[in-house]
């Protein structure tokens, strides 16, 4: 039951939390291992398992075999052992047998209580192995050349969408639905934020999902929820009894110090999401990706469901089905407004994603040099069903990824309280796992509009956009696929500030004709409904805590209020 697992869970940290304590007394491993033995905590069989997994605790497998041969080893190469261990006790901190259990533990309890899937633990056992052998996640500029030879979407064949009708009857499109936009200053699915006219990012994807049902009444429609956002979610959406669900999987926060599990109070904040990496443990642990299969299904298109642009493309549709390829990423090209987010590169002969958290500090200026790293992921995913199958069948049921190592606090609001790692890992980094099987596809900005900030969103609500007859937001013609700059400020970080900017939606100001925007100052802006912006954009309006209103009419240039 439930509560027999609570109280196990809460056996095994305070076991765990003694056995630190008295670690440092206790050298020889073989009387840490006595707890291991207790039948009411594991399994014979699950008591084995770190011992097995030992040798990756080390960074070297010979000195874990010497330091067990020799009980009194030669002053000499005791100095000499214990000035290598110095030397990587900063980057690996050392882990007990233990404490990996602590951790696998913790973990195979939240299966038992169907909070995550075995698909989960295998893929988090390589994340966390991976930590613990001093593997930072970092990527190199050493290691990766520009990926200077990308395919362009106006390459593919011309195709319409009647074309791929029976194409359309065997794909699946999945929205990754699982951020709560807490950035924003939301407290619910980001995907319920209203864009336009009184319609929120779901209202849009189901009237493109009905639009697309015109063409192909069997295509699939899946949507993949957090534990944070199911619930509003599946309110929204109660009468669409034609979307699936999926549930985003959940991990351990691991403590920085002993690499153990993290022991917050508040256990909800123990945990996190492993990132949209998850989709791939998600899609086969929850038995859909089989289900799938065995409904003849055979494509999938995978993007966020905060960018309305990512809908289904006919031409990179047939081309995924027609070619030789399994995994396509779409890419737009990279401007200054872009130079922090994550690009794409070459390592050998294969294609790979580095994002900003694997860039090492030394090579911040090379990451941001957006004329020599040209395409960004626009995290728009297409791939052959089968082959998605295959390919994590051949790594045991786990899709490998490059571990991204997030260094935080274990209350993300304290930050004095534990310091820990999230592991997660990006969606978009298989194109490295499937190697030559792999390619990129360079698209216009027409496919990628998603919102992250309220600058964001004001482009996304105004004139810029269009809405294009299969319900999708569009930049308009003339802006030649590039969407307005906007910066406005710390005021409008969070909705309520920006919906007090615009007057509640009675005030978008035109931005068709505007290249930036930018508001200075700390008192508080409201716009004047009939504004329109262009060209580049000023508004100082000095410090204090007066609201200021910007008079209607045309603005551009420096505008002092």
């Given at each position: 039951?439930?509560?027999?697992?609570?109280?196990?869970?809460?056996?095994?940290?305070?076991?765990?939390?003694?056995?630190?304590?008295?670690?440092?007394?206790?050298?020889?491993?073989?009387?840490?291992?006595?707890?291991?033995?207790?039948?009411?905590?594991?399994?014979?069989?699950?008591?084995?398992?770190?011992?097995?997994?030992?040798?990756?605790?080390?960074?070297?497998?010979?000195?874990?075999?010497?330091?067990?041969?020799?009980?009194?080893?030669?002053?000499?190469?005791?100095?000499?052992?214990?000035?290598?261990?110095?030397?990587?006790?900063?980057?690996?901190?050392?882990?007990?047998?233990?404490?990996?259990?602590?951790?696998?533990?913790?973990?195979?309890?939240?299966?038992?209580?169907?909070?995550?899937?075995?698909?989960?633990?295998?893929?988090?056992?390589?994340?966390?192995?991976?930590?613990?052998?001093?593997?930072?996640?970092?990527?190199?500029?050493?290691?990766?050349?520009?990926?200077?030879?990308?395919?362009?979407?106006?390459?593919?064949?011309?195709?319409?969408?009647?074309?791929?009708?029976?194409?359309?009857?065997?794909?699946?499109?999945?929205?990754?639905?699982?951020?709560?936009?807490?950035?924003?200053?939301?407290?619910?699915?980001?995907?319920?934020?209203?864009?336009?006219?009184?319609?929120?990012?779901?209202?849009?994807?189901?009237?493109?999902?009905?639009?697309?049902?015109?063409?192909?009444?069997?295509?699939?429609?899946?949507?993949?929820?957090?534990?944070?956002?199911?619930?509003?979610?599946?309110?929204?959406?109660?009468?669409?009894?034609?979307?699936?669900?999926?549930?985003?999987?959940?991990?351990?926060?691991?403590?920085?110090?002993?690499?153990?599990?993290?022991?917050?109070?508040?256990?909800?904040?123990?945990?996190?999401?492993?990132?949209?990496?998850?989709?791939?443990?998600?899609?086969?642990?929850?038995?859909?990706?089989?289900?799938?299969?065995?409904?003849?299904?055979?494509?999938?298109?995978?993007?966020?469901?905060?960018?309305?642009?990512?809908?289904?493309?006919?031409?990179?549709?047939?081309?995924?089905?027609?070619?030789?390829?399994?995994?396509?990423?779409?890419?737009?090209?990279?401007?200054?407004?872009?130079?922090?987010?994550?690009?794409?590169?070459?390592?050998?002969?294969?294609?790979?994603?580095?994002?900003?958290?694997?860039?090492?500090?030394?090579?911040?200026?090379?990451?941001?040099?957006?004329?020599?790293?040209?395409?960004?992921?626009?995290?728009?995913?297409?791939?052959?069903?089968?082959?998605?199958?295959?390919?994590?069948?051949?790594?045991?049921?786990?899709?490998?990824?490059p571990l991204i190592?997030?260094?935080?606090?274990?209350?993300?609001?304290?930050?004095?309280s534990e310091k820990?790692?999230?592991?997660?890992?990006?969606?978009?980094?298989?194109?490295?796992?499937?190697?030559?099987?792999?390619?990129?596809?360079?698209?216009?900005?027409?496919?990628?509009?998603?919102?992250?900030?309220?600058?964001?969103?004001?482009?996304?609500?105004?004139?810029?956009?269009?809405?294009?007859?299969?319900?999708?937001?569009?930049?308009?013609?003339?802006?030649?696929?590039?969407?307005?700059?906007?910066?406005?400020?710390?005021?409008?970080?969070?909705?309520?500030?920006?919906?007090?900017?615009?007057?509640?939606?009675?005030?978008?100001?035109?931005?068709?004709?505007?290249?930036?925007?930018?508001?200075?100052?700390?008192?508080?802006?409201?716009?004047?409904?009939?504004?329109?912006?262009?060209?580049?954009?000023?508004?100082?309006?000095?410090?204090?805590?007066?609201?200021?209103?910007?008079?209607?009419?045309?603005?551009?240039g420096e505008v002092?209020?």
């Amino acid at each position: 039951s439930y509560s027999f697992c609570t109280l196990l869970v809460s056996k095994v940290v305070n076991m765990g939390c003694s056995e630190s304590k008295e670690a440092p007394k206790k050298q020889p491993v073989k009387q840490e291992a006595k707890p291991k033995a207790e039948p009411k905590t594991e399994e014979p069989k699950k008591a084995e398992e770190p011992k097995a997994e030992e040798p990756k605790v080390e960074e070297k497998k010979e000195e874990a075999a010497e330091e067990k041969k020799e009980e009194t080893p030669a002053p000499a190469a005791q100095e000499k052992k214990e000035e290598k261990k110095e030397e990587k006790k900063e980057e690996v901190p050392k882990v007990k047998a233990d404490m990996r259990q602590q951790v696998l533990l913790r973990m195979e309890m939240a299966l038992i209580t169907g909070d995550i899937s075995k698909a989960c633990i295998d893929a988090f056992k390589v994340q966390y192995d991976a930590l613990v052998g001093g593997d930072t996640g970092l990527i190199a500029e050493a290691d990766i050349a520009a990926a200077d030879e990308v395919e362009n979407l106006q390459q593919l064949d011309a195709t319409e969408m009647s074309e791929v009708a029976e194409l359309l009857n065997k794909t699946v499109i999945l929205k990754l639905n699982g951020g709560l936009g807490t950035g924003m200053g939301l407290s619910k699915a980001k995907s319920l934020l209203e864009v336009r006219d009184g319609e929120k990012f779901l209202d849009f994807i189901v009237k493109q999902m009905e639009h697309l049902q015109k063409d192909s009444k069997d295509v699939t429609f899946m949507l993949m929820n957090s534990f944070s956002t199911s619930g509003d979610t599946r309110a929204h959406l109660r009468e669409k009894t034609d979307i699936q669900h999926i549930m985003q999987n959940k991990v351990l926060k691991i403590n920085q110090e002993t690499l153990g599990p993290a022991k917050h109070k508040t256990e909800a904040l123990n945990w996190c999401p492993p990132g949209h990496g998850d989709v791939y443990a998600a899609l086969l642990g929850s038995g859909k990706l089989q289900e799938l299969i065995d409904a003849g299904k055979k494509y999938i298109f995978i993007s966020n469901s905060d960018n309305l642009g990512a809908t289904i493309n006919p031409a990179i549709l047939r081309n995924l089905a027609e070619g030789d390829k399994d995994f396509i990423m779409e890419v737009c090209e990279r401007t200054e407004a872009d130079k922090k987010g994550g690009h794409l590169a070459k390592k050998g002969d294969g294609l790979v994603l580095r994002e900003s958290a694997q860039c090492p500090k030394d090579d911040e200026a090379e990451f941001q040099n957006v004329s020599k790293h040209k395409y960004f992921n626009t995290n728009n995913i297409w791939l052959k069903i089968p082959a998605l199958k295959a390919k994590m069948e051949e790594n045991g049921d786990v899709m490998k990824l490059p571990l991204i190592r997030n260094s935080k606090t274990v209350d993300p609001v304290d930050k004095e309280s534990e310091k820990v790692y999230q592991l997660e890992s990006a969606m978009g980094a298989a194109i490295e796992t499937f190697g030559e099987k792999a390619k990129a596809v360079c698209v216009d900005r027409s496919r990628f509009a998603p919102v992250k900030t309220c600058n964001d969103l004001l482009s996304l609500r105004s004139d810029a956009y269009e809405k294009t007859a299969d319900n999708t937001l569009v930049l308009v013609a003339s802006r030649n696929g590039i969407p307005p700059t906007v910066v406005l400020g710390d005021n409008y970080k969070m909705v309520a500030g920006f919906e007090e900017l615009i007057c509640n939606g009675e005030a978008i100001p035109s931005l068709k004709e505007c290249d930036k925007l930018v508001v200075n100052g700390t008192c508080p802006l409201k716009f004047s409904p009939g504004t329109t912006f262009k060209g580049e954009v000023t508004i100082n309006v000095g410090e204090g805590s007066e609201t200021k209103t910007l008079p209607a009419g045309e603005h551009t240039g420096e505008v002092n209020i």
